[in-house]
């Protein structure tokens, strides 16, 4: 492998840990029961997510000036932004209006599509291994969905829930 794809592969691993991290993150959230917290961890996760990802970023570029990974480092960072913008927002329009239960399943679906995203991305650049490291997440993410979890406040009205934690 040349310098450039090496470094490509650094910077996808990376966010494909950022991406668990935040992962992490929202299932650390779902245990928490006052929903201003909630607002609380998810604004520190997206920050600290744009931080590193700028770093990452910034780095690549410094090591490798090349017209190529420029561009595709580009894309990646604005996908990621991007994502973790919709996630924000889906995550606190959810807590704000809906029951609990309800976002753990519109979370996992944003989930899923940001893993789609990133191996679409994965497909154009044709690496095997990262790919495999896709199947093996998007499998973790399946496995997350069966434990959708219920953290209901007092004010939700018990109607026959899932799991109690």
Same mark, same amino acid.
């Given at each position: /492998?040349? *310098?450039?794809?090496?470094?490509?592969? +650094? +910077?996808?691993? +990376?966010?494909?840990?950022?991406? #668990?991290?935040?992962? /992490?993150? *929202?299932?650390?959230?779902?245990?928490?029961?006052?929903?201003?917290?909630? @607002? #609380?961890? @998810?604004?520190?996760?997206?920050v600290v997510v744009v931080v590193v990802v700028v770093v990452v970023v910034v780095v690549v570029v410094v090591v490798v000036v090349g017209v190529v990974v420029v561009v595709v480092v580009v894309v990646v960072v604005v996908v990621v932004v991007v994502v973790v913008v919709v996630v924000l927002v889906?995550?606190?329009?959810? @807590? @704000?209006?809906?029951?609990?239960?309800? %976002?753990?399943?519109?979370?996992?679906?944003? !989930?899923?599509?940001? !893993?789609?995203?990133?191996?679409?991305?994965?497909?154009?650049?044709?690496?095997? !291994? !990262?790919?495999?490291?896709?199947?093996?997440? %998007?499998?973790?993410?399946?496995?997350?969905?069966?434990?959708?979890?219920?953290?209901?406040?007092?004010?939700?009205?018990?109607?026959?829930?899932? /799991?109690?934690?």
């Open positions: /492998m040349s *310098m450039m794809q090496r470094l490509l592969l +650094l +910077l996808l691993l +990376l966010l494909m840990m950022i991406v #668990v991290v935040v992962m /992490m993150m *929202m299932m650390m959230m779902m245990m928490i029961r006052r929903r201003r917290m909630v @607002v #609380v961890v @998810v604004v520190v996760v997206v889906v995550v606190v329009v959810v @807590v @704000v209006v809906v029951k609990k239960k309800k %976002m753990m399943m519109m979370l996992m679906m944003t !989930m899923m599509m940001m !893993m789609m995203m990133m191996m679409m991305m994965m497909m154009i650049m044709m690496m095997m !291994m !990262m790919m495999m490291m896709m199947m093996m997440m %998007m499998m973790m993410m399946m496995m997350m969905m069966m434990m959708i979890f219920d953290d209901d406040d007092d004010d939700d009205d018990d109607d026959g829930d899932y /799991m109690v934690w």
